[in-house]
């Protein structure tokens, strides 16, 4: 039996077309970067190439500057270090402010700051699951650092208003920083109309293998590198040598993404849509985010009466590959659990599943998917007693 | 952190045998009703322990019938799928009990119970309070059969909802010296982290784990210098009386709990000291006398047992 892959916002098959960008430099010899033979030449070709890409699909400025590393996780860490040596230990500004539920690599680099003794406010998010951004103004100072938002969340889908947010960052002159992993692909992204002065991004949401990363920088930004050692403008920000495949990779990857956004992540949320018609037809099931404000491929539920891992655990022997954030100790428990977040009933805590789709999944797929679903709700809920004798 | 930490062990597909098994064909899931108790001419008891809003829930039913054993278990839960492996497990375990044996089923057999081979933990550490929460479950069960009021005790985790006396009995039983050896035991503290230590943002509590973990520490501290009879010298060494202090010690930590769970038991009759070696003499008690395991099995793992944590000379000789 086939399985279903569900899990799409953590991390995606490769693309056969990313496959065969990166392979020239998987297969043989590949060279350094920096190299002046002609095997160097290769390298740069493609390094050239996919950045031409990334600045295109970004739409960013000519005097912006866009360089690659590891993962969204290291960009993010770039970033909040370099505020907190260059603005924060020089004693120019003394805050930052971050979404509530940001990924994990900005919890804990928050945390771990707010211990070093400088102020971290964290934006709640409403009723709806998207970040209250008039409550950016109750924290807001023109002595704030940072504010830091990701463009969507990761669990839920959720898309913030970013736009909303940059402007009143504009307003008081203080930097923006978004984490885009989930976004680019997803929704339309311009970075001439949303004034951002850092966007991070990472390649396993794309298709492409992980292990590359995106750090977009407006012109006139400050940074330091997180990791030392680089030897020309390209490696400025991240030393180290580059890793040539994964970037042709993710230059390829974020190429297909967004020529395809129209009509493929139409078609990814005609079948996310479908599954959830299917899943709501269950009895207890809550759709978390509402459907406006959700990006096309992801849909969280809440099932009333039915343990997020148990869940995973039958829809795994079913074939199907979902996940969830609040098993503990997989998942990525923030602080409170969403429902609780949101402000819902505290009993569907640990009751979230999600279902995050990509272009490789089927209308068939969806079925199948909502057919074991219920057969595992059903089974699940055979555990508990009747609702009338709880 | 050593390799073994770093290993990337303890995700479903390393649970063992036993678990997958009993989470995948559970047998005793389901409810007891008054009915079924008419039917088993029992009476019907039923506990509940922990909440869905913390992520695991169990009731426990059960039928006692007029000796006072339990006829027939059962159980409901709202949770992962390792607790309902450990909730059948229990429930198989309470069949033909008495309250007395149940009280009997700690963390130790619990586990034991659930292991594939008995030197290989059944769950990585991160899992243990899912065992801990089917036993504290029975202890429920084991008061109200025995008719106890419980203790009223103040929750400290406000997400996991495990109460102050839950932890305390914790680093007591377990001995755990860490804050994350509570959160591995409890629950308590691994979600969202408040309970831990005073925070500055955030709201003071009555008691944070931290705290607990001092005070109990330093009781347990109090009390070891007190109780310890048991000389911290070689066995060899000892004298007769030590070393059969030394033994009981031993048979009621490793051995008598499975004897026990089996309906039997055994009793020191004698030690003596032969050369170098030290004569044991037993005797098995109920359902161990007559066994046939008695004078194989079940004794080469007494002595197995003696003889790693006391003394290669030791020799265990039934009667």
Known sequence: ?????????????????????????????????????????????????????????????????????????????????????????????????????????????????????????????????????????????????????????????????????????????????????????????????????????????????????????????????????????????????????????????????????????????????????????????????PWALRVPNTLLVAIEGVESEALLYELDKEGVSAYSYTVYPYGEWIRTALPEAMGLQRSLNHTTVGFALSRYNSEEEMERTAEAVKRAVEYLRSFMPSKESL | MSKSEMLMNGCWESYPFKIEMLARKPKNQGELRAEDAEKLEGELVSVEYGSVESGEWIRLYCIVDSDKRVAACRYQLFGPPVLRAAADMAALLCRNKTAAEIEKIDYRNLEYFLRDHPSNPALPSNRNYIVNFVVNALERMVDKLEGREREESVQVCKCAGVDLLTIEKAIRDYDIDSIGGIGDYTKAGVLCGRCISHSSNAPAREHYLEDILKKVRKELLEEGKAKSDIPDKPFSQMNLEEKRAAIEATIDEYIRAMLVMDGGDM?????????????????????????????????????????????????????
């Not at chain 1, 990472?202 to 995106?214: D, I, K, N, Q, Y």
Request: proline share 4%; hydrophobic share 40%; charged share 25%.
């Open chain 1, 1 to 289: 039996m086939q399985r279903i892959y569900l899990d799409n916002n953590r991390t995606t098959a490769v693309d056969p077309q990313v496959l065969a960008a990166m392979k020239p430099f998987l297969e043989g010899s590949y060279a350094d970067l920096h190299a002046l033979h002609s095997d160097g030449a290769r390298s740069r070709k493609a390094y050239n190439e996919a950045l031409e890409k990334i600045y295109a699909t970004l739409h960013a400025g000519e005097k912006d500057s866009v360089f690659f590393c590891s993962g969204a996780a290291e960009a993010n860490s770039t970033v909040f270090y370099s505020t907190y040596i260059n603005f924060i230990l020089s004693g120019r500004k003394n805050s930052i402010i971050i979404g509530e539920r940001e990924p994990l690599s900005i919890l804990q680099i928050a945390e771990f700051l707010e211990s070093q003794g400088v102020r971290v406010h964290r934006i709640p998010i409403n009723g709806d699951g998207v970040i209250e951004h008039e409550r950016l103004l109750d924290y807001i100072t023109p002595r704030t650092a940072l504010v830091s938002v990701s463009m969507v969340d990761g669990e839920s889908g959720a898309i913030e208003p970013i736009d909303e947010i940059a402007a009143i960052c504009r307003r008081f002159e203080v930097p923006l920083h978004c984490d885009a992993t989930h976004a680019v692909g997803k929704i339309a992204l311009d970075l001439q109309s949303t004034e951002l002065d850092y966007l991070t991004f990472s390649s396993e949401t794309l298709h492409a293998p992980a292990g590359t990363g995106v750090l977009y920088m407006r012109k006139d930004s400050e940074l330091l590198p997180l990791v030392w050692g680089g030897r020309s403008e390209a490696e400025a920000y991240r030393g180290g040598p580059l890793n040539i495949a994964g970037i042709a990779a993710l230059g390829k990857a974020v190429e297909l993404a967004v020529d395809s956004l129209e009509f493929e992540m139409e078609d990814v949320r005609d079948m996310r849509d479908m599954l959830e018609e299917r899943l709501k037809e269950i009895e207890g099931v809550h759709t978390l985010v």
């Open chain 2, 267 to 319: 009793e020191i009759i004698d030690i003596k000291e032969n050369g170098v070696n030290t004569d044991l003499y037993i005797r098995y008690l109920g359902a161990c006398s007559g066994c046939a395991s008695a004078s194989t099995g079940t004794l080469f793992a007494i002595e197995g047992i003696l003889k790693q944590k006391l003394d290669p000379n030791l020799r265990v000789l039934p009667l």
